[in-house]
């Protein structure tokens, strides 16, 4: 009788492996592809066709490289890393009181809204068309290098 339950326990513990295993596995490849990231911090190589992602509390290091489409949103609060090159279409919305760094190297169309109290820093080297917008009281320091096109908004931007 106890060598029953012994292996029942034994099993038990496998298979609790087993759920443990397949619950990160889940959760890793949701904040890779679609987009609700929670915590102190979430990294992503945006590795698909497209990506959307949303960062929530926490710092976010995105890498969009090799993308057709990537939609990034930084919600309030949110530290954001972003690297864009060789994507064909980068979108990135940073929240009110958000901190975004976003290198937009290589990319055919790279698009920054920078929301309210927001820090923006945006490189847009190499890119064929790059469009910056900064509201209200953010604070934008924009680079068009090399940009083929480059529209970037009056209020606190150098470009």
């Excluded at 993308?67 to 979108?91: H, Q």
């Excluded at 055919?108 to 809204?113: E, F, L, R």
């Excluded at 309210?116 to 924009?142: I, L, M, P, R």
């Amino acid at each position: 009788m106890a060598k029953h339950s012994k292996n029942r326990m034994h099993y038990g513990y496998h298979f609790t492996g087993i759920l443990l295993l397949f619950a990160s596995t889940v959760l890793a490849a949701a904040c890779r592809e679609n987009a609700e990231c929670r915590g102190p911090g979430c990294q992503s190589d945006c590795s698909g066709a497209s990506c959307e992602f949303e960062c929530v509390e926490g710092t976010c290091i995105i890498e969009c490289n090799d993308v057709t489409s990537c939609t990034v949103t930084c919600a309030e609060g949110t530290e954001c890393s972003i690297n864009g090159g060789d994507a064909t279409s980068l979108e990135i919305l940073c929240a009110a009181g958000s901190e975004c760094y976003i290198d937009c190297n290589d990319v055919t169309s790279c698009s920054v809204k920078c929301g309210e109290g927001g820090v923006c820093a945006t490189q847009c080297g190499d890119s064929t068309g790059c469009e910056v917008g900064c509201n209200g009281s953010s604070e934008c320091t924009v680079s068009c290098d090399s940009a083929t096109s480059c529209r970037t908004c009056p209020e606190g931007t150098s470009c």
